[in-house]
């Protein structure tokens, strides 16, 4: 029912069902995208989560899109490793975009940056249409902070893997805009946006009791596990699920 308003609903219920078979590993879900993250000391039961999530679908009439297994091993930037052995009909990734996140295995965002630097260079050679034409420097800065800055609000989600030159290459962009008139010079430094909407989110969730993120394992199972993390060699599979109907 691909398509269908009933058919993301339907998935959704039927994917539940879906669980690694090791304690030790754990799946992400997120739409019709599988992530299966095992650590470096479960390394041999890659196959077997394999061979169970090639066997899930069919049981529950839906098909596996095999061209679309990856494989990337995340481990600490200065750390050197000996990779494993890849696995036979999934392709190794030195990169992968996770909800519209670009990561390399080292948990650099480099690239991601330099794609939403482009994004909002983009965006602000956009806007010399109406400041040429007269547009008043008050609305002008409020629509720069509509489209531009708004494209760094997503900062809060990668801010903590940037490195210091990443984040300085951002303060520059900022500082440049303000200083060709599509900013206020004023204008608070990505720093400071990134903390201002991270308050917010923390007292929304706080002074609301049914808050979706309140009470929820993924709040304590980031700031604990975010740095011990970088110390694992870590298999991200991307399994994208296809209706058979």
């Not at 650590?39 to 049981?59: D, G, M, Q």
Request: glycine residues 4%; proline residues 6%.
């Amino acid at each position: 029912m691909q398509g269908s308003r009933f058919g993301p609903s339907s998935f959704d219920v039927v994917a539940a069902g879906l669980h690694p078979l090791s304690a030790s590993n754990s799946l992400a879900k997120y739409a019709d995208d599988t992530y299966l993250l095992v650590p470096a000391s479960a390394r041999s039961t890659v196959s077997l989560e394999l061979v169970n999530i090639s066997n899930w679908p069919t049981s529950n009439n839906l098909r596996l899109n095999a061209d679309e297994l990856k494989e990337l091993i995340f481990h600490k930037r200065t750390t050197s490793y000996d990779p494993p052995q890849t696995i036979p009909g999934v392709e190794h990734l030195t990169s992968i975009k996770i909800i519209g996140i670009m990561l390399t295995g080292d948990f650099s965002t480099a690239a991601h940056i330099s794609k939403v630097l482009e994004s909002c260079a983009r965006s602000i050679y956009a806007l010399r249409i109406p400041k040429s034409h007269g547009m008043p420097p008050a609305a002008l800065h409020e629509v720069t902070r509509a489209t531009t800055i708004q494209l760094l609000y997503a900062a809060k989600a990668w801010w903590g893997f940037a490195l210091a030159a990443d984040r300085q290459r951002i303060e520059r962009f900022i500082l440049r805009t303000a200083r060709m008139g599509d900013l206020p010079l004023e204008q608070p430094y990505a720093q400071s946006l990134v903390t201002d909407a991270e308050n917010r989110l923390l007292t929304s969730v706080n002074h609301r009791h049914y808050h979706v993120l309140r009470g929820h394992p993924f709040m304590t199972y980031t700031r604990a596990l975010t740095f011990p993390l970088l110390y694992l060699v870590t298999f991200v599979m991307h399994i994208s699920l296809c209706s058979a109907l």
